[in-house]
């Protein structure tokens, strides 16, 4: 079992930034690829970036890219969203997820935080 709790979220203006943080506990941290996901009201859940176990390998959607940046600090259990240049369409939840798989997939995640809430205002 792994248990994921992020932080970070607000409300911020169109054009700024935000980070949000996720937290593991459970199992070993770096033996799983970590994903953010995003649901706005009304809409389903849709993959934001995603990182591989070690790190040297990531994919976005084509939403945010050039704009957010996943990483992750193993010795720290975290996995970090540095979101810049905010447009008041990624007002969403945000979550994070974690697997052995690394996918773009929403049904390929076991595991899942409690998400934290990102508005953006215009």
């Known amino acids: 079992q792994v248990q994921l709790v992020e932080s970070g979220g607000g409300l911020v203006p169109a054009g700024g930034s935000l980070s949000l943080s996720c937290e593991a506990s459970g199992r070993t941290f770096s033996d799983y690829s970590l994903a953010w996901f995003r649901q706005a009201p009304g809409k389903e859940r849709e993959f934001v970036a995603a990182i591989i176990w070690s790190g040297v390998r990531a994919m976005y959607a084509d939403s945010v890219r050039g704009r957010f940046t996943i990483s992750r600090d193993n010795a720290k259990n975290t996995v970090y969203l540095q979101m810049n240049s905010l447009k008041p369409e990624d007002t969403a939840v945000y979550y994070c997820?974690?697997?052995?798989?690394?996918?773009?997939?929403?049904?390929?995640?076991?595991?899942w935080g409690q998400g934290t809430q990102v508005t953006v205002s215009s």
């Open positions: 997820a974690a697997d052995s798989r690394y996918s773009r997939l929403v049904s390929s995640y076991d595991y």
